[in-house]
Nanobody, 118 residues
Framework: QVQLVESGGGLVQAGGSLRLSCAVSGRNLKVYQIGWFRQAPGKEREFVGRITWSGDTTRYLDSVKDRFTISRDNAKNTVALQMNRLKSEDTGVYYC???????????WGQGTQVTVSS
């Protein structure tokens, strides 16, 4: 069982920055990737980016890849999502999720709200 807890959301003006954190815990962690997703009001949840548990490979949604950076703190078992030059369309609830070797994101955090005012 893997537990994930997001933090760091809030209200920010367009052009500003926020840093989200995902704390990962559990016994006998067998995590392959950590992904970040978001869901805007009235829209489906979408993939934002992901990082391998080793921290050596990342992938991003095209619309964020020049503004967002995902990193992993090995010592703390946390994964950060640094978001710069935020836009109003980045508003939504942000979730982190853990993917195991089966290929599915089986474990999800509770989400953290990000609101970007224009």
């Amino acid at each position: 069982q893997v537990q994930l807890v997001e933090s760091g959301g809030g209200l920010v003006q367009a052009g500003g920055s926020l840093r989200l954190s995902c704390a990962v815990s559990g016994r006998n962690l067998k995590v392959y990737q950590i992904g970040w997703f978001r869901q805007a009001p009235g829209k489906e949840r979408e993939f934002v980016g992901r990082i391998t548990w080793s921290g050596d490979t990342t992938r991003y949604l095209d619309s964020v890849k020049d503004r967002f950076t995902i990193s992993r703190d090995n010592a703390k078992n946390t994964v950060a999502l640094q978001m710069n030059r935020l836009k109003s369309e980045d508003t939504g609830v942000y979730y982190c999720a853990a993917r195991d070797l089966s290929g599915s994101y089986k474990y999800w955090g509770q989400g953290t709200q990000v609101t970007v005012s224009s």
